[in-house]
């Protein structure tokens, strides 16, 4: 049907093909449309026609009339040329043609050197002429057209002398010819655009010649003429440093072009001279010389020295340095567009700010080269305009770092390379250097002492509001902020050197902690601002804390006198600190730590400073600065400051200063961690948190601070124990490391601040509540928990029990934490009786820790200090499997700890802190080697030429009779202990000793360690409590907590006579007499940290019948019976003692003869 009706007709005569009505409309448009864009393409051809022929026309008549000024160029004679000839004749076909050549396209073409050249030649010879007749520049003083003329024409030649600048290259070929152009160019422009330089004399004209040449630079001044960006591109085609010259020939003229060079960017600035008044185009000329030329990379270092001075003079230096004050926003933003053009963008590339900063460092500190490090502040610098200029630019470049992000992390993570940001971030500008310079050398001004000095010496009359009175920006407050500029001025730098820097801020900290005064005052604004003087809670009370003996403490401080003051180490730490000698409290290191001691424990509310309960959000903009730069040089100067100068000395604070100091990081650390800590604050908060650290840990070697003021900031709102230890359990599995600070949680305090919380009351419970859940989750995997038919059966020879042991249970790893069932065979090689129920394990365990840890067994050894701490033996690396044997032990220490079981030994603290994944400092070096650390001390403190001690970078070793010499730096048996060293000597042998030596056994030990214990669980304390943690509390038992918590069995009870009268025996006995007692007994003499409540097994008084005649019974004798005791089941076989005479003589007898001992 569709077939036939394609060709039908329709009545009204219209076939059946015709279109709907919108679709013929579509297509009338469509071809409207169609018409249009061919008439408009003919158009735009036709006019590209005509712009194409016009070109060619005119360049045809360019070139012809450059062939024609050529020959007559070549046919005038000297007499010829006047002014006017020059104007009239010269000039007008030079610029016509020049300008449709190579000026229109900034592209000077090679045929047209010839024609500049010649040129140049004839006006320089008409300005040397001291004709009027024939000196050009008279034009500028003759009638009113001949002076727009005039100045029409000078405006084009400064345009193509600049254009020659731009285009020099020493380094293209056939380059001697354009130089040639450009130095007869910038000779021109020198004479052209200052008067002296003309040569014809006329006083009446002198006013209309210094308008003119005032015309001339407000035009260089301008967009217009581009001399900053054409100066730009010269200089930066030159090499750092710029090269000596050494005689005739380029070298001559790269100087003449460069000196002509900066010579006429600098003209706009003494227009000031001329007009006596500020003016606009100076201002705008200050402008373009900081955006195109303070922003070239090494810009002092590619010009003569002789021409830096100009640089640094303050008609130059000041208008730049306040221009940016004036127009921070929008120069900022013109100096990130510079040289998006000119150079393809890169995110590798220094950001242009960068090279500001560093160029304004170098010209302000005077210094000619910045590798000699040495140097002054130029003449009449303001320096509070240079502190504020260094600021923004140092916080512009700190933040297009952050935008370009993470250098270190994404660079390195993809090229495996130890390249550094700073290495990555030269610009490619500075890729044609001769010589090897890193952009932090800009920088190494700033880490001298005189700078720091200098900026220090215009401080004035200077305070500071509380927290909540000063604003969030210093530029808000009216006034000057000297200390505050200072400070602003130091943490950009800081934060600086920690990016780029190849060893981070260190350099910067060295100079800031040992500049005379400077940490004084950072303080002393911080206190002020931190503790205000109208709130004597946040003040007063934190360093005079309640309690009937302080006011007698702090009179006995005032009337206690100072030391002798000739120590000359003293003195100099005096003058570090900016602290006269009176001001000084000496005072007994054992004294103030009693005084510490005799604080009320009720002060605790005392030590939570107000004002930083908010964190550091609720700190000023200001007050964040300060704290930080303290935080970051008080923690470095900690490093290197020994207990001497810290307790006695007292320098650089007095210890009521640094109870203050401590309360205050511990206060802000805790609610840091407690709220959320923005990206922003976490640098200030790392900074605050090492601070805080090396306080905590040099307290816990050395008490200075009440404990009350460590637990004072979570006094009200400590959460349960369960719900911490769970929270940190779940948290410490999904967090990452880098995101523990960002998370506001139970999980970042215990982790950072675990010292807030109580020992025994908290993180000990906490410890073994993570033991608890450890011990569910495994149940719940199915692994074996308790004793039962599928416990560890291990077979332990009496005589050689740490083989055994070794041989059977190190392969065991993390499942050592399933129970084991030991059976013992005896001397004899006769397996004993009796059935282990938990006791066995634990005498096994005992008895293997006593065997292995004994120093006559070679894997461990005692300190040369008073209490014989135990530490790895660095012999022991060379018995057989005695790394393999120091890892088991690891593991043994580790099923104690997991198993509540106490052993009776006390590791060395140096040893403990590196379990505990802790870097040990110097004064560390007193537990382990008194006898070193005192001569060290002597070397640090020695007033004569430490040459004379004959020492070197090394130390000697001997194991088995051999003797090694060990490098305690590379070449170090070549390197002399000297007065500039000897500080480096000294922390470098104590690394040796602290560190280095103990590391390798300390990880060995560590891995077996932590296959039973979490290393999150052992930062729960410090070094001290890990060893109560292992070894039981203080040596002293409470006798009620022991006789609330005793088991009688074989006929005792708690009414028995024999019971009573042991008790009424024990509470008479001497402290040191009941620990040998509970020694007896269960083979440790201390008790466990939570109470005897958490004693396994069970204390245990068993009976034991006595064997006694009638008669002696019926005579009233006594049993003869010793004691004895079953130390796997910590339960004492008490005889049936009458007497508490009796009992009293036959118990010590028995304890201190260590007798009695026998297996139930």
Known sequence: MAEPRKHQVSLRGASAKEITRDALLERVSQERELRNFTRRATSAALFIQRVWRSYISTKMLALQLQRDWQKLISCHTRSTITASWISNTLLRPFLFFTTCLSTRYRKIQARDVDSMQTCFRILLESLNSTDPQKNFCTLSTCSPEERRKWLYQAKKLISLCLLTLAECDYTRQGANEFVLLTSLGMRFLVMLTDVKGWRYNSESSLQDANNAVKDLIQFMGSNRSNLYVCVRSYIIRLDAPFPQVTGAGLNDDKLLITASAITISLRPFHLLDIEKNGSLEVQHAAEQFFIFLLT????????????LSSLRHKSVLFRCLRVLLISKERMLKEISKVDHL???????????????????????TGSHHIVDGHGNFTQDLDYELYIHVVIILAEELLSCLEKIGGFRKVDQDSSGSDESVETMLIDVCSTNMSLKMSYMDYFKPTCQQWHLMKLLTFEKDFSIPSIHDTPRDISEFPGKWELLDVASYYFCMLRIFS???????????????????????????????????????????????????SGNILERKKRQGTKDGGNKWLHVLHKMTGKLNSDFDNMNLNNDSSTADQIDEDSIEFWDVETLKCGPEGLSKSSRCLFHLFCATYSHLLLVLDDIEFYEKQVPFTLEQQRKISSMLNTLVYNALSHSISQLSKTFMDAAIRCLHLLYERDCRHQFCPPSLWLSPARKNRPPIAVAARTHGVLSTNIKADDSLAVPSTHSVITTTPHVFPFKESRVQMFREFISMDKVSRRMAGQVVGPNSQAIEIVIRRGHIVEDGFQQLNSLGSRLKSSIHVSFVSECGLPEAGLD??????????????????????????????????????????????????????????????????????????????LLGRYSFLDELSTLDPELYRNLMYVKHYDGDVKELFLDFTVTEEAFGKRQIIELKPGGKDVCVTNENKLQYIHAMADYKLNRQVLYLSNAFFRGLSDLISPSWLKLFNASEFNQLLSGGNYDIDVDDLQKNTRYTGGYTEGSRTVKLFWQVLAGFEPNERCLLLKFVTSCSRAPLLGFKHLQPTFTIHKVAGDMPLWAAIGGQDLERLPSASTCYNTLKLPSYKRSSTLRAKLLYAIKSNAGFELS
Request: charged fraction near 15%; proline fraction near 7%; charge should be positive.
């Open 296 to 307: 070239i990379p090494w810009f002092a270092q590619r010009l003569p020295a002789i021409l």
């Open 342 to 364: 000119m150079i393809s963008s890169s995110s590798r590339m220094m950001p242009k700010v960068g090279w500001a900063l560093g160029n304004i460092i170098c010209l302000t």
């Open 499 to 549: 990016k780029l820097h190849p060893v981070g801020s260190l350099p910067l900290l060295n100079i800031l902690s040992f500049t005379p005064g400077f940490l004084l005052k950072l303080w002393e604004a911080l206190e002020k601002s931190i503790f205000p003087r109208n709130n004597p809670q946040a003040g007063n009370n934190v360093t005079k804390p309640s309690g009937s003996n």
């Open 837 to 914: 129920y938990g006791g066995l394990s634990k005498e096994f365990l005992t008895d293997i820790a006593k065997a292995a840890f004994s120093p006559d067994y070679g894997l461990f050894s005692q300190t040369s200090a008073s209490d014989r701490l135990l530490i790895p033996n660095t012999a022991a690396r060379f018995l057989e499997n005695g790394v393999q044997m120091i890892e088991f032990l690891g593991r043994i220490v580790g099923k104690a700890l997991y198993e509540e079981i106490l052993l009776d030994y006390s590791f060395s603290l140096v040893f403990v802190q590196k």
